[in-house]
């Protein structure tokens, strides 16, 4: 039910108030992104992962 709802009010909403939203939702994903940091693997990580039966299919 509350998904129903949802969904009305979303089909009331203007276009301004749509396009604020997907602003504002393009502004947490930048900063998500930027907060976001890759892991480095160490020397046990990498020969683990190339010792991995299925590793050598992914390698390019």
């Known amino acids: 039910m509350i998904q129903v709802f949802g969904l ?8 301004a108030s749509k396009d604020m ?3 504002v ?7 998500l992104r930027r907060e976001v ?14 010792a991995h039966p299925t590793s050598r299919y992914h390698r390019t």
Do not use: F, S
């Not at 009305?8 to 276009?15: A, E, N």
């Not at 939702?25 to 900063?31: G, P, T, Y």
């Open 8 to 15: 009305l009010m979303l089909l009331g909403r203007g276009q």
């Open 21 to 23: 939203e997907i602003m």
């Open 25 to 31: 939702l393009r502004h947490e994903l930048a900063v």
């Open 37 to 50: 940091v890759r892991p480095k693997p160490n020397w046990a990580d990498r020969a683990v992962l190339a």
